[in-house]
């Protein structure tokens, strides 16, 4: 008789079953990672909702934070901004960016909100940390009142 390591039909045999306790072993590893990846994302999930939760929170003023000023003036109309004195400094900068960002961006309207919105939150930051405005740019309707 002859020996089984001659015969090619064993050996193939031997190298598939080989290969499949191979991948039958990788399909348990993807298994245990895509588990893994499942738990992970649910942690993503809960951060992202989390984040969220507080960040609509702040916004507010939430129960257990009061209204800075730099949320006044993010929360703030231009109307408003303009009546409240504490604000008005800062509208006058938003104004001036507004009219910056209209020259150089005039043809890119999302580029117009983004820089108005980067400006209102630069200006909103500074108000925070209770940074002095510079003085606010004068504009066209207020020359005529400066006597």
Partial sequence: MSDDNDDPVMALLATQRAVLVAVENL???????QGK????????????????????????GGADRAMTIGDRFRTATPDQAERDPKL?????????????????FADKPDMLAL???KGREQIAAM?????????????????GRER
Avoid: F
């Fill in 88 to 104: 008005r400094q800062a509208q006058a900068h938003l104004v001036a960016i507004d009219k910056a960002a209209l020259q150089k």
């Fill in 115 to 117: 820089v108005r919105e």
């Fill in 37 to 60: 990846v499942d738990v992970m994302s649910g942690v993503l999930a809960q951060l992202v909702a989390d984040s969220a939760t507080e960040a609509a929170s702040a916004s507010k």
């Fill in 127 to 143: 108000l925070d940390r209770g940074e002095p405005l510079p003085p606010a740019p004068k504009r066209n309707a207020d020359r």
């Fill in 27 to 33: 399909a348990g590893q993807v298994e245990a990672m």
